[in-house]
């Protein structure tokens, strides 16, 4: 691992906050985007086509933040993106709240909220985690202090998936259109406390005689991080959109009793999640591929369990097991590959994985609810089978991190 390229500069927590804020509102939005577009008049498809468009958004622009913030410094390009996707959102509040006044028709509603929570927040904060990786990396001094902070990007993201829908669902009790300006304000108070507290700019890695670093996800280095990332962004997509169905088709539940118990393994899963990053990966500091190898077969037999369970408790535990094993292996397929190149390939390697993320998001719900309609249980035994092909590759010697 070569030395960090601004060692002077300290690992604050301030840059963790962007992660936060940016999915916290994007959870938080989750929570009221089924009622609200009833209310303005979209369809189902439509609020599906907005999500979708910024989902690919997000992998598209990935690689290009990925060589802006080895150009222009990960300060600029962070808080760049934390106003943007400010922007994107009180933008999609306001023609929100116009399409609910019958201001706006559904039609308009729909093409300005496509444009802006779909491309413009897409587009934004596609650029938060690369920034944040891109940062921890240029500022981590050795191995374990760069798995310590991957840890803490984990638990940035877990945080969010914990506080969001929490949040969203509490300022719902007050309307509807409290939950659409809470996120633009709180990222735009994020951006600014960023902009004050994360003094120091990092300067560009690139140096004018080298180019940012455009790398190929098949790259001998990378790429059996990257399929390994893939299975582990696949199985936690299918995980997210089935578990609501298991509960309410296995226990015989009301929709009310479903959403209740639903955010109850959720929050679960997001605790576990967040205590195995915080007080064993950060703590344990493990190489990756040891972390990998940890938490791969904690998931697998959580699919295997959630693959037959019957009873609420059991799928609870079992949840709860699952978000355990993602927070050892995540940080460890994050930090790999960071460790495997140059300097000016770093905002290549974070562009790369963010893509790779975001493809898996969409190609792992589809799959599942495809599944899920020729049997109950097929979804998590083939992510069972996945996720044993990558903890294969996990132990073998392509996985070059030990």
């Not at 506080?163 to 304000?185: E, F, K, N, Q, W």
């Not at 893939?230 to 539940?253: A, H, K, N, P, W």
């Not at 109850?264 to 591929?289: M, N, T």
Request: with cysteine; charged share 10%; net charge positive.
């Amino acid at each position: 691992m070569s030395a960090p390229q601004h060692p002077a500069i300290p690992l604050t927590p301030y840059v963790y906050g962007g992660i936060i804020g940016v999915y916290t509102g994007r959870e938080l939005l989750a929570s009221v985007m089924a009622p609200l577009s009833r209310e303005i008049g979209l369809s189902t498809f439509q609020v599906g086509l907005i999500l979708s468009t910024s989902a690919l958004t997000i992998i598209l622009i990935s690689p290009f933040w990925g060589r802006m913030v080895t150009g222009w410094g990960h300060r600029r390009v962070l808080i760049s993106s934390i106003f943007g996707a400010s922007s994107g959102l009180l933008g999609f509040a306001v023609v929100a709240h116009l399409g609910l006044l019958g201001i706006l028709p559904a039609v308009v509603t729909f093409a300005l909220a496509l444009l802006l929570r779909g491309v413009l927040y897409g587009a934004a904060s596609a650029a938060t985690p690369i920034a944040t990786q891109s940062y921890v990396v240029a500022v981590t001094t050795d191995r374990r202090s760069r798995v310590r902070a991957f840890a803490m990007i984990g638990a940035s993201f877990g945080i969010a998936g914990v506080v969001g829908p929490s949040l969203g669902g509490l300022l719902a009790l007050r309307g509807l259109l409290v939950p659409l300006y809470v996120p633009p304000v709180l990222l735009a108070a994020i951006g600014c406390l960023l902009w004050f507290k994360l003094r120091v700019t990092t300067p560009a890695i690139a140096t004018p005689d080298v180019r940012a670093g455009r790398l190929s996800p098949l790259d001998p280095r990378i790429r059996a991080f990257l399929a390994i990332g893939f299975v582990l962004f696949s199985t936690l997509s299918i995980q997210g959109v089935l578990l609501g169905f298991v509960l309410q088709d296995r226990l015989g539940l009301s929709a009310e009793a479903t959403a209740r118990l639903s955010g109850l393994a959720f929050l679960g899963s997001g605790i576990a999640s967040l205590v195995g990053q915080v007080f064993f990966v950060r703590r344990l500091a493990w190489p990756p591929a040891w972390l990998l190898r940890c938490g791969l077969p904690l998931v697998l037999i959580g699919f295997v369990v959630l693959a037959f369970a019957g009873n609420f408790g059991v799928i609870v535990a079992a949840t709860a097991l699952v978000g355990f094993g993602y927070a050892f292996a995540i940080p460890g397929y994050s930090a790999g590959p960071t460790l495997l190149v140059r300097d000016h390939e770093q905002g290549g390697v974070a562009g790369l994985t963010n893509a790779f993320n975001g493809v898996a998001s969409i190609v792992g719900p589809t799959a599942a609810t495809a599944l899920y309609g020729v049997r109950a249980s097929a979804p998590y035994l083939v992510g069972a089978v996945l996720l044993a092909g990558a903890l294969a590759v996990a132990a073998s010697k392509r996985l070059p991190i030990r």
